[in-house]
């Protein structure tokens, strides 16, 4: 991946060859269809420009997980593999002439935009998650083009748009993040967190922690942030650990953490009240300072 990361930033976007697929979400088993809009020079180096900045500004990355966050000069990234991008890659790989805009319509209401830069026999995909409808905007947000005789090119009234960021970056087997929540959009990545709490569920070995796993399934509901965290608990899978329970009990006595036990089985006994809790202590979110002697709860924990 370190590779990967280097070359992403090294890359020779202003001597690439430019493509710009505009792509929308279908019910089919594809997923996604996709069309080509031929752009002319100067667009080309606008957006070639605008990818080149954000390198700079990509300094670092770390490995994306269901709760980790990016800053200012750093990205997640994630393996291609099992995204939904393989669907989209498949499309927007097709030979541009036969997939040619062919009007306005097929812009409109696009799910988003990817923009291929090739160059030497390699390709990087940057992908941009559009708003429901593409508006007209400033010049100090957005690169405004028009559509014209097939064709897009930049203009300086307000036409047509699109921002002068871009969500996430593929290259070769590698997705790098810069916009978490656009990419998980997107990507659909709700859908996953949702089907990674059923599987969650319906694992004996996490069931049998509880003495009646509804009250959490109540608590978690629908709520996004709350899918999320049970995703992170199923993709680390620490209530797998051998004295995992017993372990609870012990720090819940000394801390006075509130969670209550069964005493015949052992089992923890969910409630309204203490629903947040178990969800902080199956992500192991209580970290010991060894310095200070201090326990503080961390949005996520990455091992060092």
């Given at each position: 991946?370190?590779q990967?990361f280097?070359?992403?930033r090294?890359?020779?976007?202003a001597?690439?060859?430019?493509?710009?697929?505009?792509?929308?979400?279908?019910?089919?088993?594809?997923?996604?269809t996709?069309r080509?809009?031929?752009?002319?020079?100067?667009?080309?180096a606008?957006?070639?420009?605008?990818?080149q900045a954000?390198?700079q500004?990509?300094?670092?990355?770390?490995?994306?997980?269901?709760l980790?966050e990016n800053?200012?000069n750093?990205?997640l990234?994630?393996?291609?593999?099992?995204?939904?991008?393989?669907?989209l890659?498949?499309v927007?790989?097709?030979?541009e002439?036969?997939?040619?805009?062919?009007?306005i319509?097929?812009?409109?209401?696009a799910?988003?935009?990817?923009?291929?830069?090739?160059?030497?026999g390699?390709?990087v995909?940057?992908?941009?998650?559009?708003a429901?409808?593409?508006k007209?905007?400033?010049?100090?947000t957005?690169?405004n083009?028009?559509?014209n005789?097939?064709?897009?090119?930049a203009?300086?009234?307000?036409?047509?748009?699109?921002?002068k960021?871009?969500d996430?970056?593929?290259?070769?087997?590698?997705?790098?993040?810069?916009?978490?929540?656009s990419f998980?959009s997107?990507m659909?990545h709700?859908?996953?967190?949702?089907?990674?709490?059923i599987?969650?569920q319906?694992?004996?070995e996490?069931?049998?922690?509880?003495t009646?796993?509804?009250?959490?399934i109540?608590?978690v509901?629908?709520?996004?942030?709350?899918?999320?965290?049970m995703?992170?608990?199923?993709?680390?899978?620490l209530y797998?650990?051998?004295?995992f329970?017993n372990?609870?009990?012990l720090?819940?006595?000394?801390r006075?953490?509130?969670?209550?036990?069964?005493?015949a089985?052992?089992?923890?006994?969910?409630?309204?009240?203490?629903?947040?809790?178990?969800?902080?202590?199956?992500?192991?979110?209580h970290?010991?300072s060894?310095?200070?002697?201090?326990?503080?709860?961390?949005p996520d924990?990455?091992?060092?």
């Open positions: 991946m370190e990967l280097s070359d992403l090294a890359f020779d976007f001597n690439s060859a430019t493509y710009l697929w505009v792509f929308k979400r279908t019910t089919s088993q594809n997923k996604f996709a080509y809009a031929q752009t002319d020079v100067q667009l080309n606008l957006m070639s420009s605008v990818v954000e390198m500004r990509i300094t670092e990355y770390s490995n994306y997980t269901y980790a800053n200012g750093s990205c990234a994630e393996q291609l593999a099992g995204s939904d991008f393989v669907d890659k498949a927007v790989d097709r030979p002439p036969d997939w040619r805009v062919r009007n319509k097929d812009l409109k209401n799910v988003g935009y990817v923009v291929k830069f090739v160059h030497n390699r390709t995909y940057a992908v941009k998650r559009s429901s409808t593409w007209t905007s400033y010049l100090k957005h690169i083009i028009i559509f005789n097939g064709e897009l090119s203009a300086e009234d307000n036409g047509f748009a699109i921002e960021t871009f996430f970056y593929v290259i070769d087997n590698a997705i790098f993040i810069a916009s978490k929540r998980e997107a659909e709700r859908a996953s967190f949702s089907q990674a709490f599987g969650l319906a694992k004996q996490f069931s049998q922690l509880f009646d796993i509804h009250p959490l109540a608590y509901g629908t709520n996004a942030i709350q899918l999320r965290r995703a992170r608990i199923e993709e680390r899978g797998n650990r051998a004295g329970l372990a609870v009990g720090v819940n006595q000394r006075g953490w509130g969670l209550n036990f069964d005493g089985t052992g089992r923890l006994i969910p409630c309204p009240q203490t629903a947040k809790k178990i969800v902080e202590v199956l992500l192991d979110h970290l010991l060894e310095v200070t002697d201090l326990t503080y709860v961390v924990a990455t091992p060092t």
